[in-house]
């Protein structure tokens, strides 16, 4: 190169994705170093091949480089090897803590322009491509991309040089194998033939239609009318970047250029000739380069062709690119903006899956895997297309929050699907399910196997007399009537409803109503439930805050008696009540009332795992001694189905495989085959609980209760 020429360094960012020019990108900086070597003039290009970087992150990674740069002791070549790690070290510091998908890897290249010289250093799976005005190309990749080698994988990275000298014509291209893809060594040397930087850049990005291709294309030229040995500013005051170089022992520059004449000592007018020359070949090869870019290549028929209909062309062109455009762009703004939003929930979910992952705690384990289940939902909300994503990770939270919860899953056997879907009770019997639809006042009654593993025959439907159609009396709930331990005095189902009770015999196969004996002190408010003890009907008044007993007395109900002496409060917020001796009532917020003889029982729930009750609808008992067996609590919000002893002590919860209990409308049990019966509302199930262990008992009340 000679030193008495004045030559301009060009430079232009490539940006295209799939045939979308993107504009400059944040991966190409030019820093000047003039006060860290031996001319101002001199320059630093560098290009982070880190697509995903941002710009500010870019900014960062290219600001420690060259602070560096400036500050390293020794040579140019040992300043950027240190510059290099710096940065490399810096990216390392970002990638702490980040997912996997969003860490920064790639390589680095920078081209150090001087007076004599160019040199690139290249770290990382880096790519440069060089191409001399005489057409030789030359593709300069020091390694595959192996992980060691890869940029922001490794601690420490091996930098590589190459020096070239420069000639006006040479252009070079500096990229990655993180932001090049797709692109062929093949179209990246035609593109480089078709003038200077800028020409080059130009013709990337308008023939690059499928795959992606970033970086920083350099040239060199003769600056027309001057002779000195430093190089002149950019032509272009953006942030393209610019450099042109030559391998000092490639054969790229030509034999006959005017350089080699004036280095062979020709006179100084023959080197000016040669000098001018050159710059017109290069005006002129920039000329014909724009009018490529802007008429490209054709074949002459298809020349000819488009001559005779340039008129319609250019007047629809003017018309629908504006249409066109609007459209792209609306269309590119709604998928990546919403593509980045599913992003950025996706890896807001896994880091708060791997944070859970990493607790130890119960208590702090539990909030956090309830959190992510929550994060789950709403990110498969929003993305039904991607639900199998956090699949391990669901099954891992529930096996966890299990085990803290001390849930025993089980596989409920499906009875029956019911018809439509209805607020349900239900009543178990010996041999089969009473179920209450509540929204069309109907019941039915499903008989099961001796298995207890489905019905057998068909269901029957309760019929009920007169007294029904007469009153409109809406039932609200329903128990299983036998004459086992005293218990009623027929077998079949005694029915409640707000004015009325009806008694269905099985024998009869009818439903009729049960005389009541008029009191005015009984008058029913608010039926809520009702159970059958020792003959006696016992009705739950969440109207009047009050439990009403019936004694059956021959053929019709005596007169209403008060549990209480007066109405009582908590009663009002309360949904169902079970008997064994003493009375036991569930309340809305999952407290639980024991009475015996009208007077309060010790009852404390100890030992639950999870304090806070979701929504609970119904309780159930095993046995008939209030310090024996067990009490069962239906929480359909979880879809837990709760043991207690009948002291409030946890044993242990149990809940679906598929969690089938959630939304739950009542249950019953079978005590003589521990068998548990859940409805929904439009499904049926059964299992099997475990038989509760002796307790020791607190007292042995046998009187009504």
């Given at each position: 190169m000679?030193a008495?020429?004045?030559?301009?360094?060009s430079?232009?960012?490539i940006?295209?994705i799939?045939?979308?020019?993107?504009?400059?990108?944040?991966q190409?900086?030019?820093?000047?170093?003039?006060?860290?070597?031996?001319s101002?003039s001199?320059?630093?290009?560098?290009f982070?091949?880190?697509?995903?970087?941002s710009?500010?992150?870019c900014?960062?990674?290219a600001?420690?480089?060259?602070?560096?740069?400036?500050?390293a002791?020794?040579?140019v070549?040992?300043?950027l090897?240190?510059?290099?790690?710096?940065?490399?070290?810096?990216?390392?510091?970002?990638?702490?803590?980040?997912?996997?998908?969003?860490?920064?890897?790639?390589s680095?290249?920078c081209a150090?322009v001087?007076?004599?010289?160019l040199i690139?250093?290249?770290?990382g799976?880096?790519?440069?491509?060089a191409?001399?005005?005489a057409?030789?190309?030359?593709?300069v990749?020091?390694?595959?991309?192996?992980?060691a080698?890869?940029v922001?994988?490794?601690?420490?990275?091996?930098v590589?040089f190459?020096?070239?000298a420069?000639?006006?014509?040479?252009v070079?291209?500096?990229?990655g194998?993180r932001?090049?893809?797709?692109?062929?060594?093949e179209?990246i040397?035609?593109?480089?033939?078709?003038?200077?930087?800028?020409?080059?850049?130009?013709y990337l990005n308008a023939?690059?239609?499928?795959?992606?291709?970033?970086?920083?294309?350099?040239s060199v030229?003769?600056?027309?009318g001057?002779?000195?040995?430093?190089?002149?500013?950019?032509?272009?005051?953006?942030a393209?970047?610019?450099?042109a170089?030559?391998?000092?022992?490639?054969?790229?520059?030509?034999?006959?250029?005017?350089?080699?004449?004036a280095?062979a000592?020709?006179?100084?007018?023959a080197t000016?000739?040669?000098?001018?020359?050159?710059a017109?070949?290069s005006?002129?090869?920039?000329?014909?380069?724009?009018?490529?870019?802007?008429?490209?290549?054709?074949?002459?028929?298809?020349?000819e062709q488009?001559?005779?209909?340039a008129?319609?062309?250019?007047?629809?062109?003017?018309v629908?690119?504006?249409?066109?455009?609007?459209?792209?762009?609306?269309?590119?703004?709604?998928?990546?903006?919403?593509?980045?939003?599913r992003?950025?929930?996706?890896?807001?979910?896994?880091?708060?899956?791997?944070?859970?992952r990493?607790?130890?705690?119960?208590?702090?384990?539990?909030?956090?895997?309830?959190?992510?289940?929550?994060?789950i939902s709403?990110?498969?909300?929003?993305?039904?297309?991607?639900?199998a994503?956090?699949?391990?990770a669901?099954?891992?939270a529930?096996?966890?929050l299990?085990?803290?919860?001390?849930?025993t899953?089980?596989?409920?056997?499906?009875?029956?699907?019911?018809?439509?879907?209805?607020?349900?009770?239900?009543?178990?019997?010996?041999?089969g399910v009473?179920?209450?639809?509540?929204?069309?006042?109907?019941?039915?009654?499903?008989?099961?196997?001796a298995?207890?593993?489905?019905t057998?025959?068909?269901?029957?439907?309760?019929?009920?007399?007169?007294?029904?159609?007469?009153?409109?009396?809406?039932l609200?709930?329903?128990?299983?009537?036998?004459?086992?331990d005293?218990?009623?005095?027929?077998?079949?189902?005694v029915?409640f409803?707000?004015?009325?009770?009806?008694e269905y015999?099985?024998?009869?196969?009818?439903?009729?109503?049960?005389?009541?004996?008029?009191?005015?002190?009984?008058?029913l408010v608010?039926?809520?439930?009702?159970?059958?003890?020792?003959?006696?009907?016992?009705?739950?008044?969440t109207?009047?805050?009050?439990?009403?007993?019936?004694r059956?007395?021959?053929?019709?109900?005596?007169?209403?008696?008060?549990?209480?002496?007066?109405?009582?409060?908590?009663?009002?917020?309360?949904?169902?009540?079970?008997i064994?001796?003493?009375?036991y009532?569930?309340q809305?917020n999952?407290?639980?009332l024991?009475?015996f003889?009208?007077?309060?029982?010790?009852?404390n729930?100890t030992?639950?795992?999870?304090?806070q009750?979701?929504?609970?609808?119904?309780?159930?008992?095993?046995?008939?001694?209030?310090?024996?067996?067990?009490?069962?609590?239906?929480d359909?919000?979880?879809?837990?189905?709760v043991?207690?002893?009948?002291?409030?002590?946890?044993?242990?919860?149990?809940r679906?495989?598929?969690d089938?209990f959630?939304?739950?409308?009542?249950m019953s049990?079978?005590?003589?085959s521990?068998?548990?019966?859940v409805?929904?509302?439009?499904?049926?199930?059964?299992?099997t609980v475990?038989?509760?262990a002796?307790?020791?008992?607190?007292?042995?009340?046998n009187?009504?209760?």
């Amino acid at each position: 190169m000679r030193a008495d020429l004045m030559y301009d360094i060009s430079f232009s960012s490539i940006n295209v994705i799939n045939g979308e020019e993107l504009g400059d990108t944040p991966q190409v900086s030019l820093h000047v170093v003039g006060k860290r070597t031996a001319s101002e003039s001199e320059k630093l290009v560098v290009f982070l091949d880190l697509p995903t970087a941002s710009p500010s992150t870019c900014a960062d990674i290219a600001r420690v480089l060259h602070d560096a740069f400036m500050r390293a002791p020794g040579g140019v070549t040992s300043a950027l090897r240190l510059a290099i790690q710096l940065a490399n070290d810096r990216i390392l510091q970002l990638n702490k803590g980040a997912p996997p998908s969003r860490r920064l890897e790639g390589s680095i290249s920078c081209a150090l322009v001087m007076e004599n010289g160019l040199i690139i250093a290249q770290a990382g799976p880096a790519i440069a491509y060089a191409r001399s005005d005489a057409g030789a190309f030359e593709v300069v990749a020091p390694y595959a991309a192996t992980p060691a080698q890869v940029v922001g994988i490794s601690p420490s990275v091996d930098v590589q040089f190459n020096n070239f000298a420069v000639q006006p014509g040479d252009v070079f291209v500096l990229t990655g194998s993180r932001s090049t893809l797709g692109v062929s060594d093949e179209l990246i040397r035609v593109c480089m033939g078709k003038g200077d930087a800028r020409m080059v850049a130009g013709y990337l990005n308008a023939n690059v239609k499928r795959g992606r291709m970033i970086g920083v294309a350099l040239s060199v030229d003769v600056a027309s009318g001057a002779t000195r040995s430093a190089f002149a500013q950019p032509a272009r005051s953006s942030a393209e970047t610019g450099a042109a170089t030559r391998r000092a022992e490639s054969p790229f520059a030509p034999a006959g250029s005017a350089q080699a004449a004036a280095s062979a000592g020709l006179p100084v007018a023959a080197t000016v000739a040669a000098t001018v020359n050159q710059a017109a070949r290069s005006v002129q090869r920039s000329l014909v380069a724009l009018g490529a870019r802007l008429l490209p290549q054709e074949m002459p028929a298809e020349v000819e062709q488009r001559a005779r209909a340039a008129t319609f062309l250019l007047a629809a062109i003017a018309v629908l690119i504006p249409i066109v455009v609007a459209v792209i762009v609306a269309v590119l703004y709604l998928q990546f903006s919403g593509e980045a939003e599913r992003i950025r929930l996706r890896n807001d979910v896994q880091a708060q899956v791997e944070a859970a992952r990493a607790v130890t705690d119960p208590a702090q384990a539990k909030a956090d895997w309830t959190r992510a289940l929550e994060m789950i939902s709403e990110y498969e909300a929003k993305n039904p297309q991607d639900r199998a994503a956090f699949d391990e990770a669901k099954t891992q939270a529930r096996a966890r929050l299990d085990e803290i919860n001390q849930v025993t899953r089980v596989q409920p056997i499906l009875l029956a699907v019911l018809e439509g879907s209805a607020a349900r009770r239900i009543a178990a019997s010996a041999l089969g399910v009473y179920v209450l639809n509540r929204d069309t006042n109907s019941a039915d009654y499903y008989v099961l196997n001796a298995e207890r593993t489905g019905t057998t025959g068909k269901k029957v439907s309760i019929a009920f007399g007169e007294g029904l159609t007469t009153t409109n009396a809406a039932l609200v709930d329903l128990a299983w009537a036998t004459t086992t331990d005293n218990r009623w005095r027929t077998e079949g189902a005694v029915l409640f409803a707000d004015g009325q009770i009806f008694e269905y015999s099985s024998a009869t196969g009818r439903a009729s109503p049960i005389p009541i004996s008029a009191d005015a002190d009984a008058t029913l408010v608010r039926v809520q439930a009702g159970e059958l003890y020792n003959n006696t009907v016992y009705l739950l008044d969440t109207g009047v805050g009050q439990i009403w007993r019936y004694r059956l007395a021959g053929d019709k109900l005596g007169s209403g008696d008060a549990y209480f002496r007066s109405p009582y409060n908590p009663l009002k917020e309360s949904l169902d009540l079970a008997i064994d001796g003493a009375i036991y009532v569930l309340q809305r917020n999952g407290a639980i009332l024991k009475y015996f003889s009208r007077q309060p029982m010790q009852f404390n729930m100890t030992g639950l795992p999870d304090q806070q009750w979701s929504r609970v609808v119904a309780i159930a008992l095993s046995g008939d001694d209030p310090n024996r067996g067990s009490l069962f609590v239906l929480d359909a919000g979880s879809g837990s189905i709760v043991e207690l002893t009948k002291s409030g002590r946890f044993v242990r919860q149990y809940r679906g495989i598929q969690d089938e209990f959630v939304g739950a409308q009542d249950m019953s049990l079978d005590a003589t085959s521990n068998t548990l019966y859940v409805a929904t509302r439009e499904r049926l199930y059964s299992i099997t609980v475990r038989p509760a262990a002796p307790q020791q008992p607190e007292a042995a009340p046998n009187a009504q209760p």
